[in-house]
């Protein structure tokens, strides 16, 4: 019988982990002639570290040239989804920092996911505040 490694322990341990925040599409809706864009906000832990090189090879051309870094959450995180679904990939929050999932890898079953994340202007990716935006 295969028994499954588990490497949660080392993701959630003290010796490694740090706060991050999630920032989930979760639709929007139609008010007045403007959509509003809707979102969560994921409260959680994880181990964040530098990429290597392989790494940022494969990723699309136009997030090469930000700082990437990798995440090890026990959270799914997202890429952007399109279909009939439709939503914009998550946005981790880091040391005050705003950056993209662009890769994942779903490690569930050994207890974690992966994912690489790039730094974001959040005035080009529309995460601006506008407090004329009803909620």
């Known amino acids: 019988?295969?028994?499954?490694?588990d490497l949660s322990d080392i993701i959630t341990s003290s010796e490694f982990r740090q706060q991050i925040e999630i920032i989930r599409d979760s639709g929007g809706r139609w008010y007045q002639g403007k959509y509003i864009k809707s979102s969560e906000t994921i409260y959680t832990t994880g181990v964040v570290s530098g990429t290597n090189e392989r790494e940022i090879?494969?990723?699309?051309?136009?997030?090469?040239?930000?700082?990437t870094k990798e995440i090890h959450t026990i959270?799914?995180?997202?890429?952007?989804?399109?279909g009939s679904v439709g939503r914009e990939?998550?946005?981790v929050v880091w040391n005050g920092e705003k950056y993209k999932v662009v890769k994942v890898q779903n490690s569930g079953d050994y207890g974690y996911w992966r994912a690489v994340i790039s730094?974001?202007?959040t005035e080009d990716f529309g995460l601006?505040?506008?407090?004329?935006d009803i909620i």
């Open 1 to 5: 019988m295969k028994t499954q490694l």
């Open 57 to 67: 090879e494969t990723l699309p051309e136009g997030d090469r040239g930000s700082e």
């Open 75 to 82: 959270i799914p995180v997202y890429t952007a989804r399109g």
């Open 89 to 91: 990939a998550d946005i």
């Open 119 to 121: 730094k974001i202007d």
């Open 128 to 132: 601006e505040e506008d407090e004329n």
